[in-house]
């Protein structure tokens, strides 16, 4: 059997979650190795929506194990959420299905506070949720891992030893500062109900790759979106490339045999930030509403755009793509052209077809556009790829050729059922 990464390709949003539900059908083991509750994917199973946002897909499919590694910033309460919803259906109930890793830091009020505040002087876009300011507390070394949730006289020494600094932060940025008495009893409750799937994130994944199960590593947001590969500073903070997979969960580089990206058929993006083919007008418009691109976590509407050729040949660099996803191409049918980005105008002049690595070339970059003729036919009811319309299967083409990667999935519709898969990731190694 064999271990697959999926990454978004593009700024996040690339409606990874399908993809995922589907390859989680092949796998044994799903696993989350960065981000948090920032991520969204929202799953319609059996005509039931259920939006998870740290818990991996794979807990819908009794028998799967679900790890949440080391890498991912766990937000406590919203885990809990999560976890008494799935419990309400019927789902988890076994608490062994599911392992929280012990040394993921803890997502605590002081940082959404700090994120909300910060959020009002910068406009990065961010969603709220504390992503940022917890991973500075982790790097600082100052955090607080979920271990620590279960050590009561341990937690009051640290939160103690912080709080003093976060609440400063706070307060000059405008916000209500927190007591210590209430924020350990929070915490502490919160540590005990998590308690039953705490454990040896890394141990775990290790023993089930050594039995030769298969591990998918379900990448959140998107390379355009990573701390040191995306156009910084509008990124997440946290590694969203196929590397870091690796690293979040606690297993080597060894372990991994593909890499998947998924991009939609087009782009969009929310948040701030760069975003050189986006379309202002009634296309942008078109693309909003029929490929209803409003945020999964904030509902906020996204940007759209052409597809960026130059993004994803990018995304296949930085991520060791071996093979993309193509969501969302139904959402195409009925445009007479569609238009790819081969490269930047840039303001001095030169024309280049590689991503620039400063993201402060992109806010002038002007797109250099190939057409290729539109399709009429929807797509939604078709399941081989040799029953799309010839100009779509000319648009998918050319976009491999553009990237230099295969694409082994189609997605035409938002049914778990409406995709076309030409090659299953986990069964050719
Ligand atoms: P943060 O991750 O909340 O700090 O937000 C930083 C940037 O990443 C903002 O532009 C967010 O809109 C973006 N972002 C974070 N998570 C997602 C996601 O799951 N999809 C798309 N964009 C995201």
Redesign the pocket.
């Known amino acids: 059997m064999s271990n697959v990464v999926i990454v978004g390709a593009q700024?996040?949003?690339e409606g990874k979650g399908k993809v995922v539900d589907l390859f989680t059908s092949w796998a044994d083991v799903v696993v989350r190795y960065q981000?948090g509750a920032?991520?969204?994917h929202t799953l319609v199973v059996g005509g039931v929506k259920t939006v998870l946002h740290l818990v991996p897909s794979g807990v819908l499919h009794p028998g799967k194990k679900c790890i949440i590694g080391n890498g991912v910033v766990v937000d406590p309460e919203a885990l809990m959420d999560e976890i008494d919803v799935l419990k309400s259906r019927g789902l988890l109930s076994d608490p062994t299905q599911l392992v929280v890793s012990e040394n993921a830091h803890v997502i605590l009020p002081y940082h959404k506070r700090i994120?909300a505040g910060r959020e009002k002087k910068e406009a990065?876009?961010?969603?709220?949720?504390g992503?940022?300011p917890c991973y500075e507390d982790k790097v600082a070394r100052r955090g607080i891992r979920v271990r620590d949730l279960g050590k009561p006289e341990s937690l009051r020494t640290k939160l103690t030893a912080r709080l003093d600094e976060a609440n400063a932060q706070i307060a000059s940025l405008g916000g209500e500062k927190l007591e210590l008495k209430p924020l350990l009893d929070w915490a502490l409750q919160l540590g005990r109900r998590m308690q039953p799937y705490v454990g040896d994130g890394s141990e775990t994944l290790s023993h089930e790759v050594a039995r030769g199960r298969a591990v998918l590593f379900e990448g959140?947001?998107?390379t355009l979106?990573d701390i040191d590969h995306g156009t910084y500073p509008?990124?997440?903070?946290s590694n969203t490339v196929a590397g870091n997979a690796v690293v979040g969960a606690g297993l080597g580089p060894t372990a991994i045999d593909e890499v998947i990206g998924i991009t939609k058929a087009y782009t969009t993006r929310?948040?701030?930030?760069p975003l050189p083919t986006e379309l202002n007008d009634a296309t942008g418009e078109k693309l909003r509403t029929v490929g209803a691109e409003f945020?999964a976590?904030t509902g906020r509407p996204r940007r759209c755009g052409w597809l960026d050729a130059l993004v994803l040949r990018y995304a296949a660099r930085v991520n060791g793509l071996s093979g993309l996803a193509i969501t969302k191409l139904d959402v195409l049918t009925g445009f007479d052209t569609i238009l790819v980005a081969v490269a930047y105008k840039l303001p001095d002049g030169k024309t280049v077809s590689e991503f620039p690595s400063d993201p402060e070339l992109l806010n002038d970059a002007q797109p250099v556009y190939e057409e290729l003729p539109g399709w009429k036919e929807p797509l939604g009811d078709l399941r081989e790829y040799s029953e799309l319309p010839a100009n779509a299967q000319r648009y998918v083409e050319r976009v491999e050729q553009l990237v230099g990667v295969e694409t082994i999935a189609v997605s035409v519709g938002a049914e778990r059922a409406q995709t076309i898969v030409r090659k299953n990731p986990f069964r050719h190694v």
């Open positions: 700024w996040g949003d981000g920032n991520a969204g994120d990065i876009g961010t969603t709220g949720r992503i940022g959140a947001q998107g979106l509008y990124v997440t903070s929310v948040g701030n930030g945020g976590t």
